[in-house]
């Protein structure tokens, strides 16, 4: 019978459905497991072969702790509200709501199709109403939180304002907040309007005029890393700054949690470290310059208040709030430099280091300690969200105000010499060590001696006070479309209130037209009748970031058909939170950030019983696509193979579409199909083909280099795609895909089915006592699989595989003994011939619901010893010889193999060396 994988994959499907295999019990008598792929978002495309590379891994990894022993949770479900969807509605004029369920169903079916081992019947949709009440009950209850820092907590906002009554502001420790004190009084003679705007600083969600992204064309505020040079990362529209009202998530008041807790975590260092700096903890001091003519002064943030005496100029953000106030009217071009330079986004400005541009705005400060007047500029590296939005520029210390004041030709006063004397001011002198000059009082200090000094200096004098400032901005909370969870909030008078939580889901409308309107505002403005509320309050027309519904989807899988809470109690404290999370490293400062928020948000309430929601982390890395370009001279047109050329370099290269491509090679024929109105003459092919240049890059359908995972199924079935990906490299490095190294895989799978099935589809094993040899062969795959399963080292895996069946098919073995635990350890990697092996051998049950098989460490010890045999110190053959056998034995086998002859060339020994179990030299 042949490996007829088409029929394989669709019984074994099949079965598993009948027996819901994979359906996960809370609170089964078993230790939980609970394993999960970071939540896909559903393109019109479906898969590529890149896309399934983690949640092979995880399947694998989820198959074999079921076999283990484990109550396994491994779900699946969609991030089904967004941009991309919304846009592509837009485009085909048809409803987002149809468009997405499309998408996800064509993804369901191509996960079904690899076999994945999911538990469907707790599949989640973002975009489901059943789903996003919890998510607003969740944007909620931060909206009705402030968080106290003095218990390091989130308290009621009731608790402010009963604070508020009997004390004012006093003793109130709280991130945000109100920074000019209030009375008792003052607090109950404001207004309604005024009491509710000073809440709404101190809110876990709350509302705030700031700087974003808009834009027109896409008719939404866009996040900084939606934005390239000025212009949206999808479609490439014209993208402005704007100030906007917008709603905000107050994850700055966790940044000190955020941070610590990274040290229990199982991820990579190179994560934590990722996440460390994005969150970016620094300590220093606040000070003020004052402006010079006018009646405020700069609040500047510093992390080296020793560098104080070598200020040369102050920098302010093109978006600074006092920015009209501070440009001088003289000042012509300052302006217009200020609004160029803050419609380029911040990742954009804070990666183009080298880029130096700036504006003087023809005012000054002065310098607090010396009095001397300092020029204010405005500078494109200063961010308004970070900090304070103004720096104190020390040329001779800092790099990007050492390059800013070269090329404005601005002083650079030295206020720290190297220890290497010869240091000169080539470039900034950024090290912490060093002795101070030309400071005054620090004069002669060491940097570590000097910093303490200043900001006990300034604390004593009143300049200014110990300050720690994160990186960490709060999450900007708003979009301006229509395909998001609408907010739970209504307007009364300008003011908003929060909708009761049995107002929740508070559904989306069905509109037809939900095209942008032109303007900063959603398209949920035009649905009047949704807008307008009886009681004459008027809802909220923002709609939540794509963010909002991921942040929290792993605790909805735990208990998802549960209408009255997120989750409930039994099932949060029997799955308790993510054993293994598996997903790209794009995710890193996004998703992984705000899940972890929320999670201390929801923890801090006492609805979830851990800190963190993910113990370990998996980065899976990409599997690049193989691409094929064409070189086309630039002057004449013409196509030549690239084995005709010398500098391919001074060609234009065309990608060709891989299905048209056999080993990087395109016929002349198929090329003229492609090209139909090339000359015949004008391609310089070899003996009939045209060579392409091969090139490895991102999958992409605009690189034509995308291979669809439905092909490879339908060519060698699942378990071949399955084990192929796993193969291909360690499951964190990115790897090219290459379809021809395909064959090797399939052709072990064929080679496992051929020893085992006969033509006639009878089992061909028998249960003869297997050979010690082939006992070893298997019990030494079963010891290397689990540490190997364990560390997510599945390529090493399956050449465990290839490596023992070759062993087993050479010693002519074909004893169920032996083949019975091979199958049900190869059936987390291909568990579709594994379930078929199964049946055929006569076995009762599913495969993959049977017990993991243990190795025997008896079958490993071996009565033998190898023995290396060198002549004049090399080696020349291996001699195998029972571990019994004497010194003299030894040397008599050894010199008696017929290879020794060969090498002693009629001589006799002058002497043999043998060190037991070790090595024999023969010295000739």
């Not at 009939?688 to 091969?694: A, D, H, S, Y």
């Amino acid at each position: 019978m042949m490996y007829d994988f088409k029929s394989i994959d669709q019984q074994a499907q099949a079965a598993w459905e009948k027996a819901q295999a994979f359906k996960a019990e809370t609170g089964a008598p078993r230790p939980k497991f609970y394993i999960l792929d970071m939540f896909p978002y559903p393109s019109g495309a479906g898969l590529h072969v890149g896309h399934p590379l983690g949640y092979i891994a995880s399947d694998i990894v989820g198959r074999y702790k079921k076999m283990q022993g484990y109550e396994v949770l491994h779900p699946m479900g969609f991030d089904a509200f967004g941009l991309p969807a919304e846009q592509y509605a837009i485009q085909t004029n048809r409803h987002p709501a149809d468009t997405t369920k499309e998408n996800t169903d064509r993804y369901r079916e191509q996960l079904k199709m690899l076999g994945l081992g999911y538990d469907w019947s707790r599949e989640i949709q973002t975009s489901d109403p059943n789903y996003y009440k919890h998510t607003q009950w969740l944007f909620l209850q931060l909206f009705e939180h402030w968080y106290d820092q003095s218990r390091q907590k989130p308290q009621p906002i009731k608790s402010l304002i009963a604070h508020f009554e009997t004390k004012g502001n006093d003793g109130i420790q709280a991130a945000g907040g109100l920074e000019e004190p209030f009375s008792a009084k003052d607090w109950n003679h404001f207004s309604t309007t005024e009491k509710a705007d000073i809440l709404m600083k101190y809110r876990l969600a709350f509302q705030s005029e700031a700087w974003v992204n808009w834009c027109e064309a896409l008719g939404t505020v866009l996040a900084n890393d939606e934005v390239k040079d000025g212009k949206s990362e999808r479609g490439g529209h014209p993208v402005e700054r704007k100030q906007l009202k917008q709603w905000f998530l107050r994850i700055s008041a966790y940044a000190d949690r955020l941070l610590e807790d990274l040290n229990d975590l199982a991820w990579s260092e190179a994560m934590k470290e990722m996440q460390a700096h994005w969150i970016g903890k620094s300590e220093g001091a606040k000070l003020h310059f004052e402006v010079e003519g006018n009646d405020f002064s700069l609040e500047v943030f510093t992390t080296r208040p020793d560098t104080l005496y070598g200020v040369c100029y102050l920098a302010i953000a093109p978006e600074h709030e006092r920015l009209h106030e501070i440009v001088r009217p003289e000042a012509t071009d300052a302006l217009a430099y200020a609004k160029e330079a803050a419609n380029r986004s911040e990742r954009e400005r804070q990666a183009n280091v080298h880029q130096v541009s700036g504006a003087f705005t023809g005012a000054y400060a002065r310098h607090p300690l010396t009095g001397e007047s300092i020029p204010i500029w405005i500078a494109d590296y200063v961010l308004a969200g970070y900090g304070t939005g103004a720096v104190m520029a020390v040329p001779a210390h800092d790099s990007r105000d050492f390059r800013f004041a070269k090329h404005f030709k601005l002083p650079i006063k030295q206020v720290i010499l190297p220890p290497d004397p010869n240091a000169g001011l080539d470039e900034a002198w950024e090290a912490k060590e060093g002795t101070l000059t030309n400071s005054e009082f620090l004069d002669g200090k060491s940097v570590k001696e000097a910093i303490p000094a200043m900001l006990d200096y300034l604390s004593q004098k009143g300049l200014g006070k110990r300050e720690v400032l994160y990186r960490l901005r709060d999450a900007n909370f708003s979009r301006q479309r229509y395909w998001g969870e609408p907010f739970p909030i209504a307007y009364r008078n300008g003011i908003a209130e929060a909708l009761p939580q049995e107002a929740l889901p508070v559904e989306l409308p069905k509109m037809e037209d939900f095209k942008p309107t032109g303007k900063p505002e959603s398209p949920l403005t035009k649905a009047q009748e949704w807008v307008q509320l009886p009681d004459g309050r008027k809802r909220e027309t923002d709609t939540m970031p794509g963010f909002a519904g991921s942040s929290w989807y792993f605790l909805r899988f735990m208990d998802p058909h549960n209408p009255d809470s997120f989750a409930g109690e039994n099932a949060l404290h029997y799955w308790q939170d993510v054993d293994l999370y598996v997903g790209g490293t794009e995710h890193a400062v996004g998703h992984l950030l705000y899940a972890r928020f929320f999670h201390k948000f929801l923890y801090d309430l006492e609805k979830v019983p851990t800190k963190e929601p993910f113990k370990r982390l998996v980065n899976q890395g990409m599997i690049l696509g193989r691409s094929n370009l064409l070189l086309r001279h630039p002057e004449t047109g013409a196509f030549w193979s690239a084995g005709l050329v010398q500098e391919p370099e001074s060609f234009h290269k065309l990608h060709i579409d891989i299905r048209w491509v056999e080993n990087d090679q395109l016929s002349v024929d198929r090329l003229l199909e492609l090209y139909p109105d090339q000359n015949p003459n004008q391609i310089h092919a070899e003996n009939g083909m045209v060579q392409l240049l091969p090139e490895v890059e991102k999958m992409s359908k605009s690189k034509f280099n995308v291979v669809n995972p439905d092909d490879i199924v339908q060519q060698y079935g699942a378990d071949t795609l399955r084990m192929y990906e796993m193969f291909l490299g360690p499951i964190e490095q990115s790897k090219p895909w290459n379809t021809q190294g395909i064959e090797g895989v399939h052709k072990f799978l064929k080679r496992l089915w051929k020893l085992c099935v006969s033509e006639n589809g009878d089992c061909l094993l028998s249960g003869e006592a297997p050979s010690k040899e082939s006992l070893k062969s298997l019990h030494t795959l079963l010891k290397k699989l689990p540490e190997d399963l364990e560390q997510l080292s599945l390529n090493t895996c399956i050449s465990a595989f290839m490596i023992c069946l070759n062993e087993l098919s050479n010693q002519k073995c074909q004893s169920l003994e032996v083949f019975k635990p091979l199958c049900l350890a190869l059936s987390p990697f291909a568990p579709h011939t594994a379930e078929a092996l199964w049946k055929i051998m006569g076995e009762e049950g599913l495969a993959c619901q049977q017990s993991w098989p243990k190795h025997n460490e008896t079958y490993l010890v071996s009565d033998s010893l190898l023995y290396p045999v060198s002549f004049n110190g090399k080696k020349r053959y291996t001699l195998e010889l029972p571990k019994t056998m004497s010194k003299e034995e030894v040397e008599k086998e050894a010199l008696n193999h017929e290879e020794a002859a060969r090498w002693l060339e009629g001589k006799a020994p002058k002497k043999v060396i043998v060190v037991p179990g070790k090595i024999v030299n023969i010295v000739v």
